[in-house]
């Protein structure tokens, strides 16, 4: 029962360097999320996608983007990153962003980012 | 745009002692959600609350969501070292399109 896995768990980069954030799901979730979560600022969504083959923006997604690689995976590239993207980033799914009754996410380990 | 406000953001409190978490939303909803997160761990899903009214009980936690207020409050009763965590609340509007818009956390420290 592995649920929401994460690679890396950490990285440090340079500013301009770029990198692929992984996130794959084994519970056939349909919908899957990327959050960054910052001191005092609590999850803001950068990415999510509703269903295979859709990804749409959220509330801070400048700088970065998303493939929606198939239903288990779903990644997040950081083309040219910044010190403003240190950060812990989170990934999660759910079952049914649409229909279902609650949107109960599950959430990976999350992945600590420092760019320098 | 919804925000989501909690507060307080920091609690320091005895073992023993009670006290309550309030969470305000700006926009109509009723389905709000409350996360633990320990330290330099994930979010894990405590409660769900998906109608106006309804109420959550574990162990010395209990969650209540008033919709009308567009408030949600979850409880601590006889507080222990283990609870010490941060909680969030998130609200869930227009079926989840827009994943959950969270609170910034309450971090909450029960000292012996």
């Known amino acids: 029962n592995a649920g929401v896995t994460q690679t890396p768990k950490f990285q440090v980069l340079k500013t301009g360097q770029s990198m692929t954030l992984q996130c794959a799901q084994d519970m056939n979730h349909n919908s899957m999320y990327w959050y960054r979560q910052d001191p005092g600022m609590g999850l803001r969504l950068i990415y999510y996608s509703a269903s295979e083959g859709t990804t749409d923006k959220g509330e801070v997604p400048n700088g970065y983007n998303v493939s929606r690689l198939n239903k288990r995976e779903f990644s997040l590239r950081l083309e040219s990153a910044a010190p403003s993207q240190t950060s812990v980033y989170f990934c999660?799914?759910?079952?049914?962003?649409?229909?279902?009754?609650?949107?109960?996410?599950?959430f990976g380990a999350g992945s600590r980012l420092t760019v320098l | 745009e919804l925000k989501v406000e909690q507060n307080p953001l920091f609690l320091s409190m005895q073992e023993g002692k009670n006290y309550t978490i309030y969470c305000n939303y700006s926009t109509t909803s009723d389905r709000l959600y409350w996360y633990r997160q320990d330290p330099g761990k994930s979010l894990e899903s405590l409660f769900v609350l998906l109608s106006n009214g309804a109420v959550k009980q574990e162990g010395r936690l209990m969650a209540s969501l008033d919709t009308k207020a567009r408030l949600s409050t979850l409880h601590i009763t006889a507080a222990v070292h283990d609870l010490s965590a941060t909680y969030f609340c998130a609200v869930d509007v227009g079926g989840g399109a827009d994943g959950l818009t969270f609170g910034k956390g309450t971090h909450l420290i029960i000292q012996p």
């Open positions: 999660a799914s759910s079952w049914d962003t649409y229909s279902s009754f609650a949107n109960v996410l599950t």
